[in-house]
């Protein structure tokens, strides 16, 4: 099988990319600047459709993975049409280059397309998204729905595990740079995430390849936790001060002009469909410290 990994130098896609080269596959990757230390690279702005249709079409892939778009919330919400020619436009290109080219097609989604109203969504719940980038996420999901191939749209959220050097941190990451350093950390304790250790979810699209399932899963850790009490688990973890993590509300912090929404996405269908587990935050912090390569 020969897979295309849009997005492939993000954090998400590039351990994607490994964990599918591992299993032998024939994987191409695209990236938009930073171009990884990857054989079959290919420069491609998803908003160019005829570009995007020019690069499937000389691949040929058998599966495309679309794991790229704007994910910054506040960013979305400043800036409405960026938002919606990336994560819109972009997945639209995407999926008529899959029609074309008679590919299936696998969707990166967020937890951001429900509202958080209720106490826990399964992948059968409606969705209402609260915020922008939430809801350019779900037009995303709708376009998948109806394309013309078989599909898979995968919902996580708070992904997190170590990052190479190009690549942006992650709450995980980004709290041992400020913890390390014995700078004080800032951490919200009004939002929840389930956060989602990378290499589960690496290991639950591979099964989910393998089996050849469709539909709609959600790929996300065993927790429901907010930003403080994640961070006070990592410090822990790593035996570092949790002294120096301050507690406070998203309104205090100026770079978040955007209400988070508190949305807990239950994970029982993978684990059920594929017998894929996945961690805890406490067990995910573990098993990075394990594989510490102190670069942090």
Request: hydrophobic share 35%; net charge neutral; aromatic share 10%.
């Given at each position: 099988m020969k897979i295309l990994i849009i997005g492939g130098s993000s954090?998400?896609?590039?351990?994607?990319?490994?964990?599918?080269q591992n299993e032998l596959y024939t994987?191409?990757?695209?990236?938009?600047?930073?171009?990884?230390?990857?054989?079959?690279?290919?420069?491609?702005?998803?908003?160019?459709?005829?570009?995007?249709?020019?690069?499937?079409?000389?691949?040929k892939p058998d599966l495309v993975v679309h794991t790229s778009a704007l994910t910054n919330i506040d960013l979305c919400e400043k800036n409405n049409s960026l938002a919606y020619s990336i994560n819109v436009d972009g997945t639209k290109n995407i999926i008529q280059a899959c029609e074309k080219a008679n590919c299936k097609i696998i969707f990166v989604s967020t937890s951001f397309v429900f509202d958080g109203l209720k106490n826990?969504?399964?992948?059968?719940?409606?969705?209402?998204?609260?915020?922008?980038?939430?809801?350019?996420?779900?037009?995303g999901e709708e376009y998948v729905k109806?394309?013309?191939?078989?599909?898979?749209?995968?919902?996580?959220?708070?992904?997190?595990?170590?990052?190479?050097?190009w690549q942006r941190d992650n709450s995980v990451t980004r709290a041992l740079k400020f913890l390390r350093a014995e700078k004080t950390l800032k951490e919200i304790t009004d939002w929840c995430n389930t956060p989602t250790y990378l290499p589960d979810f690496v290991t639950a699209i591979i099964k989910l390849i393998k089996l050849n399932k469709t539909g709609i899963y959600h790929?996300?850790?065993s927790n429901f936790i907010s930003r403080f009490e994640w961070s006070k688990e990592v410090a822990d973890v790593f035996g570092l001060n949790l002294n120096?993590?301050?507690?406070?509300?998203?309104?205090?912090?100026?770079?978040?002009?955007?209400?988070r929404v508190n949305i807990n996405l239950l994970n029982n269908k993978i684990k059920n469909d594929t017998g894929t587990s996945f961690k805890t935050t406490r067990q995910g912090a573990i098993s990075m410290l394990n594989t510490d390569v102190n670069s942090y």
């Open positions: 954090i998400l896609g590039t351990s994607i990319l490994q964990g599918l994987v191409h990757y695209s990236y938009l600047k930073n171009q990884p230390p990857f054989s079959n690279g290919h420069k491609l702005d998803i908003t160019k459709k005829n570009d995007v249709i020019k690069v499937i079409d000389e691949i826990e969504y399964t992948e059968d719940d409606k969705t209402s998204p609260a915020t922008y980038y939430g809801f350019t996420k779900w037009k109806v394309a013309k191939v078989p599909y898979l749209i995968l919902r996580t959220d708070a992904l997190y595990g170590w990052v190479e050097k790929l996300t850790g120096n993590i301050v507690p406070v509300l998203s309104k205090e912090l100026e770079h978040i002009s955007v209400k």
